[in-house]
């Protein structure tokens, strides 16, 4: 079966720990991305990447970090330096271009204990 | 100003109504316009794309795109109780960016049995 996987489902970090969340695709599609949504807010975009070894800010990407070495994983970090890191976290694939359409995955709830 | 703007609600509407829900959004260089559905706790799934100007049938559900008054809306007849969820519209091309997908807050429907 396709589809975009995201692990693990729930994840606890203490504070000052860095955590790395997982995603991964076997749609063969170019464009990832990385939301945040916190509860009763939509999603904000972290990180997007259109090619392997190509990613770009979003508008929340300070304490956060990403790598695309492979068309099918974007890790995201979230490090020390993210304040306010509990929330639901979020990552999705398209095939990239004009007209196409993104997927998401299950999702992340990061809380910090 | 907000680059994808939606009325937060709650949009309360009777079963079997037409529900109306809308977004408006600054970059007109956009070129892809998505509605997704949300439900509490879940990941966002994507319900309509629509990318040229009017309107597009999908079963009970109709997105209307209005390029030159940068807004676009989805339209659900015969309103069900299970259609009550957090509506997400989404906008790609985002600043020139091709691949950039930014998404409103959100609207809160909910049908009335």
């Known amino acids: 079966d396709g589809g975009i996987t995201q692990s693990p489902k729930y994840l606890f970090r203490k504070e000052g720990q860095n955590v790395t969340l997982s995603c991964e695709q076997n749609?063969?599609?170019?464009?990832m991305y990385w939301y945040r949504q916190d509860p009763g807010q939509g999603l904000r975009l972290i990180y997007y990447s259109q090619i392997v070894n190509d990613f770009q800010k979003g508008d929340i990407a300070e304490g956060y970090s990403v790598s695309r070495e492979k068309k099918e994983s974007f890790p995201l970090t979230v490090t020390s330096a993210q304040k306010n890191p509990t929330a639901f976290y979020l990552c999705?694939?398209?095939?990239?271009?004009?007209?196409?359409?993104?997927?998401f995955g299950q999702g992340t709830r990061l809380t910090v204990v | 100003q907000k680059e994808v703007e939606q009325n937060s609600g709650p949009l309360s509407v009777p079963e079997g109504a037409i529900a109306s829900l809308n977004c408006t959004y600054s970059?007109?260089?956009?070129?892809?316009f998505f509605w997704y559905r949300q439900y509490s706790g879940k990941s966002p799934e994507l319900i309509m794309s629509?990318?040229?100007?009017g309107d597009k049938e999908d079963g009970r559900f109709t997105a209307q795109l209005n390029k030159a008054s940068q807004y676009v809306s989805l339209l659900i007849r015969d309103s069900q109780p299970s259609d009550s969820a957090t509506y997400l519209c989404a906008v790609k091309g985002d600043g020139g960016a091709t691949n950039k997908l930014i998404f409103g807050t959100g609207t809160l429907l909910a049908v009335q049995p």
């Open positions: 749609l063969n599609h170019d464009a």
């Open positions: 970059d007109r260089g956009s070129q892809s």
């Open positions: 629509i990318y040229s100007n």
């Open positions: 999705a694939s398209s095939i990239g271009g004009d007209y196409t359409e993104a997927f």
